[in-house]
């Protein structure tokens, strides 16, 4: 049983920044990916990372905002938000998945985290 758990969520406003960290617990994390869901909207995945670290993936409307990355060692994935604007509001998610490389097929993703708040405020 893989768990993992989040911190790093809170409330800034517009342009600020946070790191969210989720740390793994019962196996190393594979290939791993933050997903966000806001109110009334459908989860999307935010970024996505490889095991290896060599490849990334970021959805476009956080690009050159947003960066994923892992320490292997501490089993850990980080995501680094900045220049956050009101639409970056949401519960973010992190997952990991059954394979090792890069993914956005949410149906590799088998475990997923409770959640952290992420509010931003204009």
């Known amino acids: 049983q893989v768990q993992l758990v989040e911190s790093g969520g809170g409330l800034v406003q517009a342009g600020g920044s946070l790191r969210l960290s989720c740390a793994a617990s019962g196996r190393s994390i594979w290939a791993a990916a933050w997903f966000r869901q806001a109110p009334v909207k459908e989860r999307e995945v935010v970024a996505a990372i490889s095991w290896s670290g060599g490849s990334t993936y970021y959805a476009h409307s956080v690009k050159d905002r947003f960066s994923i990355s892992r320490d292997n060692v501490k089993n850990t994935v980080y995501l680094q938000l900045n220049s956050l604007k009101p639409e970056d509001t949401a519960v973010y998610y992190c997952?990991?998945?059954?394979?090792?490389?890069?993914?956005?097929?949410?149906?590799?993703?088998?475990?997923w985290g409770q959640g952290t708040q992420v509010t931003v405020s204009s």
């Open positions: 997952a990991t998945a059954r394979v090792k490389y890069l993914t956005i097929d949410t149906s590799t993703y088998d475990y």
